[in-house]
Every structure is written in structure tokens, then in C-alpha cells.
């Protein structure tokens, strides 16, 4: 037991790549690659010399984890000019730049990441934490103090603050030629910089290294494209032009990862045969799908076996690679299969198939789950062992996925247009959460969908509808949205309420509940309409007697409202 516990352990830490590096100083810098005018300089790493147009890089030469989180503290020190202006600034920058260690970018207020003077193309994949010394109003700056969080997603990077998910102006001014220190905390879906040890954050943001966020301006943020979960790591900073310079230092820095997952998450037959839904979950092995949905189990068979390859599918309520039990025969595992431990299923046999939980057959292979198969919130981890080889009958571990399944949020509606119709004409219903197998009950009674997608439905409008009905549309787990149809009109305003006798006068009615097709009479008489919306209705009068007169407003539907106007 102790020689497997050896061998099990040794096994573990080979297999689980460096979470953590620590520069307690810069006296050796051969994990480093520097680039540009960066240099080492006694027991610092600097960025960039007190002279004008400097720009330097240094990069960490091994990538490290980052989606799954992070938490990194360097101490720097940024000296201004004995004559001159402190410029341009330095960052942070975490990337996947398709250059690796050898990225660079832009040169004087581009501060070595973003597009600058040199016109880069900016560093790819990347997020930079970037501290301006410099306000340059063309880019937006707020101050030459400024901490600001840079990303363009897969994009080269950009300096414009219209390119910030968040900024802050720290109460110290940190290019005084002082030691202080950042701390830059990624917890997935959040981002956090601390400044000189501070027990709260600068700059706190919602951003996800997977899926994005919002810049600062409420526009939509895109995430970089990591595929495999990891980055390039290190810092960049620029000088400008004559006496705009400064020497920026790097004294210490420290970094640790959140580990990616287990390696038992990748196999041991070197590719992903299991998907759901045809996907292994990306670099976090986790998909989440919504309660009572349809969804694929997808089997494919190894390359060096080819079609036809047995297996067995397990689950595990309970994941547990770091036990014993988890290490099969066929290599390690996610799960506890020997013996199966609590919460291990069987859940497919492509061997013997012996009326297990789910159909199984020799892959390439795909279970098709049906609506409702998972009614209720449900964590599970997948993995299985197939045939490697026929001959010999070789067995290997497959990847694994965690598997999770969630309430989706309650269906919205935004508009439903046109509000009233002729029967049989396509009604289009906008919103968020419409999802496979809704159902559709217009004015009491179910109404077949003509199609759907996850933010539009579409029926056709049926005869006979009382004015003022109410369509629902309601998703399989229950959860319902309501909207008007056939809505009688209200008249909240008017525009250009009087006019001649003669009559072609424009007038307008503001309101809700028009829609195409509305008629609009003006004493009795016809007017001639010449645009409806949802809001407001616009047409000429007819000739009319002077006095008030009354307006009537009449939907396709036929529902109506009144208003009045005024010949002169």
C-alpha cells in the first residue's frame, strides 16, 4: 500500500504543470525572456531607463494557468526625470498572444501592449493591468495617476480608455520613486487590484477570463480566446519622446495559480472521445446545461482503434482522483472504480450492454437524452474506459467532464409585433429564455409555435381574439412570461392638435398599443394615415367643420380609443 501510494503521488506531481513561481529579486533572469530596452540592472528588472523613447518587455518563458483563477503581488519603483515629465506608464499583461514570449507591442503612450506610436497591432488574447503616469487626453485618460484594466478580447490590445472594464485614480501617486507594491487578484468572474497591501481592492470588477464582461462605458466586453486555460505572463513599460521619461523597476514578483483540473480530466488515451453536446467542456472540463432540456452523450471512437471500439460510461456524484480507488487498472481515473465507490454509477456498457441506465453500442456512438431526462439541479462527473486497441484488447481511460445541470432563468418578453393582426399573420414574440419545447397559450387557448429560438417566437394570429388579450409562453421547467396581444390602444398625447377646416393637416397621436393597419377617423371621416408604430400613429386630416371633433383610433383587431381634435 505504500509503494501505490508512492507511485500515486509521484504519478500526480508530474503530471500537474508549475502553479506557482516567486522572483525574490532579479539577480538571475534566465526564466525571463527580455525584449526591447529591458534589462537587467543590479538585483531589479528594468523596464525602461530614465531616456527618452525607451520600451522594454519581459515575459515569464513557462505559461501558467489563469482562467481558473489567480493571485499575483509585484513591488516596483518608477522614478520621474531630475528635469522633465514622468512618462508614459507600465503594465501587467497576462496574453496568449500568438508570439509567446517574443510579443511585443506598442512603443511611447501604447506602453508596450496596445497600439502606441509605432502603430502595433497591440498584444493579442491579452489583459493588461496598466498604470498611466501620463494623461493623454486624445486616449481618454483621467489623470496621470491612473490604474486601469485594458482588454480587447482576441483583439490586439488597445490604450483608449474606451477599452477599459475599469479605472481608478489611487489616493498615492505611484511613480515617486518609492517601492510600492499591486496585488492582482482573478477569482473567476471577478477581477480585483490591490494597491500598497490595502485590505480592499482599488479596482474591482465583474469579468470572466471565459466570457467576457462590460468596459467601463456599459459596452460589451469580449474575453481573450485561451483555449487552453493558460497565458503568457510579465510586464511592459514605454517612455516618450525628449524629456518625457522615466525608469520603471520591477523588484519582487510573486504568482500563483488556481489549477485548471485534476490532470485525471484528460485521460490516458492522449485525445477527447467523450463530449456532451459536442463539447469537452473547454480547459475547465465543465458543462452546464439547463434543467429539463434534451442533450447528447457522444462516444467517438480512439484514432488507433477505429470504428467499432467497445466502452463503458461511468458517473460519479462524487469525484475523487486523489483516492486510491481512483486508480483502475486501465490508468487513473476522476472517479472511484476500484471498488466503485459511493455515488459511482455504471451508466453505459458498449461490452456487454447489460440493461445499464442508458443504450449503448460499439462507437462512434451518441445517446440522445430527451426533454426532462434531468428535471432538477444535478452535479455529476463523466468518464469512461474504451477499447484502445483490438488486437491486442487494450483498454484506456477517456477524458472526463463535469456535467452541470442548472435552473435556467424565467423567459422574458420584450415585444410581441404586430400587436394585433389579420388571422393567420406571422406574430413575432422578442425576448431571453425561450427554450426547446416551450408551449404558447394566447387569450386562454394553446397556440401552435411556428419557430422558435432561444430569444424569438413566432405563431400565427388567430380569429376572433378579444381586444386586450394575454399571451404566455412557458418553458418546460414551468417558469412562464406574459405579454399583451391584441392590446387596446391608449392615447397618452397629441402633436399638432388643431388645424384648417380644409383639412390635410398633419396630426399626431402618441400612446400605446397601435400597430400596422390601424384607421383613424376624424368627425366621422376617414383620415389618411401615413405611419404607425407601437408608440404613435401620423396622418392628414380630412376636411372637417370647425369645432372639436372626436378621433377614433381602431386597430386591425378592432379595438378602439378615442382622442379629439380641433378645426379652426
Not at 119 to 144: C, H, K, M, P, Q
Not at 314 to 323: D, E, H, R, T
Request: proline share 7%; net charge negative; charged share 10%.
Amino acid at each position: 500500500m505504500m509503494l501505490l501510494r508512492f507511485a500515486f503521488a509521484s504519478l500526480l506531481a508530474a503530471a500537474i504543470p508549475a502553479q506557482s513561481f516567486s522572483y525574490a529579486d532579479f539577480t538571475n533572469v534566465a526564466t525571463l525572456n527580455l525584449l526591447g530596452n529591458a534589462a537587467q540592472s543590479g538585483a531589479a528588472l528594468r523596464l525602461t531607463a530614465n531616456a527618452s523613447n525607451q520600451t522594454g518587455w519581459a515575459w515569464h518563458r513557462t505559461a501558467m494557468p489563469v482562467v481558473a483563477g489567480f493571485d499575483t503581488t509585484f513591488t516596483f519603483r518608477i522614478t520621474p526625470p531630475a528635469v522633465g515629465t514622468k512618462a508614459e506608464g507600465m503594465a501587467l499583461v497576462i496574453h496568449d498572444d500568438p508570439n509567446g514570449i517574443a510579443t511585443t507591442g506598442g512603443t511611447v503612450w501604447g506602453m508596450g501592449y496596445g497600439t502606441g506610436a509605432n502603430t502595433a497591432v497591440g498584444i493579442r488574447n491579452s489583459i493588461a493591468i496598466e498604470l498611466d503616469t501620463y494623461l493623454d487626453a486624445f486616449l481618454g485618460d483621467t489623470s496621470a495617476n491612473e490604474l486601469t484594466i485594458h482588454t480587447r478580447g482576441a483583439q490586439g490590445n488597445h490604450e483608449n480608455e474606451q477599452y477599459s472594464i475599469a479605472r481608478a485614480t489611487p489616493a498615492a501617486v505611484l511613480s515617486n520613486a518609492q517601492v510600492h507594491s499591486l496585488r492582482v487578484r482573478y477569482v473567476p468572474g471577478t477581477i480585483e487590484v490591490y494597491v500598497d497591501g490595502a485590505a480592499t481592492p482599488t479596482v474591482t470588477r465583474a469579468y470572466s477570463l471565459l466570457t467576457g464582461g462590460l468596459y467601463a462605458n456599459g459596452v460589451a466586453a469580449p474575453a481573450p480566446t485561451l483555449a487552453a486555460g493558460t497565458a503568457f505572463l510579465g510586464f511592459c513599460a514605454t517612455t516618450g519622446a525628449g524629456t518625457l521619461t522615466e525608469l520603471v523597476e520591477i523588484l519582487t514578483w510573486n504568482w500563483n495559480s488556481t489549477p485548471l483540473r485534476d490532470p485525471c480530466y484528460a485521460g490516458t488515451i492522449g485525445e477527447d472521445v467523450l463530449r456532451v453536446n459536442g463539447s469537452t467542456g473547454g480547459p475547465l472540463r465543465t458543462v452546464t446545461l439547463p434543467t429539463y432540456q434534451p442533450f447528447s452523450l457522444d462516444m467517438a471512437s480512439p484514432t488507433a482503434h477505429g470504428a467499432g471500439a467497445p466502452w463503458v460510461l461511468l458517473g460519479g456524484l462524487f469525484p475523487n482522483p486523489q483516492s486510491p480507488a481512483a486508480l483502475s487498472p486501465f490508468g487513473r481515473m476522476c472517479l472511484e472504480v476500484a471498488p466503485f465507490g459511493i455515488g459511482t454509477l455504471l451508466l453505459a456498457d458498449a461490452f456487454t450492454n447489460p440493461g445499464t441506465l442508458l443504450p449503448a453500442g460499439p462507437a462512434p456512438y451518441s445517446i440522445q437524452l430527451p426533454a426532462g431526462a434531468v428535471p432538477f439541479v444535478l452535479d455529476i462527473t463523466l468518464q469512461g474506459v474504451i477499447a484502445t486497441s483490438s488486437s491486442p484488447l487494450t483498454l484506456g481511460v477517456t477524458n472526463a467532464i463535469d456535467l452541470q445541470f442548472r435552473n435556467s432563468p424565467a423567459p422574458t418578453i420584450t415585444t410581441v409585433a404586430p400587436l394585433s393582426a389579420l388571422p393567420g399573420q406571422t406574430i413575432t414574440i422578442t425576448g431571453t429564455g425561450f427554450q426547446n419545447g416551450l408551449t404558447l397559450v394566447v387569450a386562454g387557448t394553446p397556440a401552435s409555435v411556428l419557430t422558435r429560438t432561444a430569444t424569438q417566437v413566432t405563431f400565427s394570429y388567430p380569429a376572433g381574439l378579444p381586444c386586450g388579450s394575454q399571451l404566455t409562453v412557458q418553458n418546460l421547467d414551468g417558469q412562464t412570461a406574459t405579454g399583451p396581444i391584441n392590446a387596446n390602444p391608449v392615447v397618452t398625447s397629441t402633436s399638432l392638435g388643431s388645424g384648417v377646416a380644409a383639412g390635410g393637416q398633419f396630426f399626431i397621436m402618441n400612446g400605446t398599443g397601435f400597430s400596422a393597419g390601424t384607421t383613424v377617423t376624424i368627425g366621422g371621416v376617414a383620415a389618411a394615415v401615413q405611419s404607425v408604430s407601437a408608440t404613435a400613429v401620423l396622418v392628414r386630416t380630412p376636411a372637417g367643420t370647425p369645432g372639436v371633433a372626436t378621433v377614433v383610433i381602431t386597430t386591425v383587431g378592432g379595438c378602439q380609443t378615442t382622442t379629439t381634435y380641433t378645426y379652426l
